[in-house]
């Protein structure tokens, strides 16, 4: 389902009257039914401009070599500051932010520095239903605004030290790590989990896409990040959106997701008119940030830039040849982060296509899982993407959706239009 078909599905759910498309603004007035397909008749013949999907039939190397040139000349122009619509993008404030919208009613973290614990981990997993698997006892994590405290690459300890950082889109303020179940430890790694800046400018400016994955429950699997051009980044985790574990031991799941995209601002705020809900295959992998210096461009924490259009990133890159051409050596946080996955350092082929779970969610709910744990295991109960079992099932029903107890894209875009319907947060999370 594209963004075409998103808008349209909220149109016909009534839950809007109104829709944004490229600038311009759609409406259903009195009593006229006018057919969603007969206002974006105009539209359905053009290509859809949100998706950066995947998908090399029909595209000529001509093609994608203007997108990756287009791209590269955005970064350089938006860092120079050319360009007085390549403004700073804000962040959502936190009662409408997707990521903590949902929190309304619980205490507000402190804002100090906490320390993060098997113990804080495991309160969001069982929180937000989610099942984790015995086969993968090392569990990928995200962390949205919050940086480790006392370095970039920490390894495996009984607790970690992060403190609170804004997303700004334009330096790492998040904290990607591994949660090694087992041994009741975990390993924390400066990164981004939010799409850079000028990849955002892109999207506003019809160019290319980029999107906000959404916090949940994901299934990556090891294996080959941007195979062509100087920058394959072997080893790397690729998205393969969800995974279920069936009673009699099968697996289901699917490639799909849901993401958030911004149309015409460069804030991720679902209260905006202009944010699109996007179910895709958006391939928000888990790689290294391939730039390694600092910012040159103000407003920054002099942490270090990098490169995403809504992949995961770890502070890092890979040794290169003459030619410039990354090698098969990871270097920096992410070799280290890597390690910490229990692959081989350098990647080898035969560990393509190992499966790990990736939990992410967001910094100010890790906090609070410290902060106020008691609270947190009485009234934290959360439904979101990757959540599984009987209270899914529940949700289901009330949704009006076949019940299988597993929230895939579908259940979703469901519950999303639900909130839009009671005009409560956009969100794609439900309080249980």
């Known amino acids: 389902m594209n963004s075409f078909e998103i808008s349209r599905r909220l149109f016909l759910a009534g839950a809007t009257s109104t829709f944004a498309f490229q600038g311009r603004s759609f ?15 105009e539209l359905l013949d053009a290509a859809d401009p949100y998706s950066n999907e995947v998908d090399t039939k029909g595209v000529t190397k001509r093609d994608a070599m203007k997108t990756v040139k287009a791209t590269s000349r955005a970064m350089v122009d938006w860092y120079a500051g050319r360009g007085a619509d390549m403004s700073y993008p804000t962040a959502a ?4 932010a997707p990521d903590t919208a949902h929190l ?15 113990g804080a981990l495991q309160i969001l997993a069982d929180g937000n239903h989610f099942a984790l698997s015995d086969e993968m006892p090392r569990t990928l994590f995200g962390l ?22 804004k997303i700004n889109h334009t330096d790492l303020r998040c904290t990607l790590g591994i949660w090694d179940r087992e041994r009741e430890k ?7 989990t939010v799409p850079h800046a000028a990849n955002m400018w892109l999207q506003v400016n019809r160019v290319s896409g980029a999107n906000m994955l959404l916090s949940g429950l994901y299934h990556y699997q090891v294996g080959l990040h941007g195979g062509s051009g100087k920058s394959p980044q072997r080893g790397a985790f690729k998205l393969r959106g969800s995974r279920f574990e069936n009673a009699d031991g099968s697996v289901s799941g699917t490639e799909r997701v849901v993401v958030l995209r911004t149309v ?14 996007h179910e895709c295959t958006p391939w928000d992998n888990i790689h290294s940030a391939i730039y390694d210096h600092d910012l040159p461009r103000g407003k920054t924490d002099g942490t270090t830039k990098y490169n995403s259009a809504g992949c995961q990133i770890v502070k890092g890159d890979y040794l290169k040849d003459s030619a410039g051409v990354f090698t098969n050596k990871p270097r920096g946080p992410w070799a ?59 949700l289901q029903t009330k949704l009006g959706i076949t019940p299988d107890g597993k929230m895939g894209p579908g259940s979703t875009i469901a519950l999303i239009l639900e909130q839009i319907a009671r005009s409560e947060r956009e969100t794609g999370i439900a309080t249980v």
């Open 264 to 277: 015409d601002n460069m804030t991720y705020d679902p209260t905006s008119s202009d944010e699109i809900w």
């Open 27 to 41: 409406a259903v007035e009195g009593d006229e039914k006018l057919s969603p397909d007969e206002v974006l008749a």
């Open 144 to 165: 949205r605004g919050c940086i480790p405290a006392a370095g970039q690459s920490l390894g495996f300890a009984k607790s970690h030290l992060l403190r609170p950082a």
């Open 93 to 96: 404030a936190y009662d409408r």
């Open 186 to 192: 975990v390993a924390v790694f400066l990164g981004s």
């Open 104 to 118: 309304n009613g619980l205490p507000m973290p402190s804002g100090k520095p906490f320390k993060l614990t098997h």
């Open 336 to 394: 280290d982060f890597r390690k910490a996955a229990g692959l081989s350092d350098p990647p080898t082929e035969s560990e393509n296509g190992r499966d790990f779970q990736y939990m992410l969610l967001s910094g100010a709910e890790a906090a609070l899982a410290t902060e106020r744990a008691r609270t947190m295991r009485r009234k934290y109960r959360r439904i979101r993407f990757g959540s599984s079992g009987d209270a899914v099932a529940e």
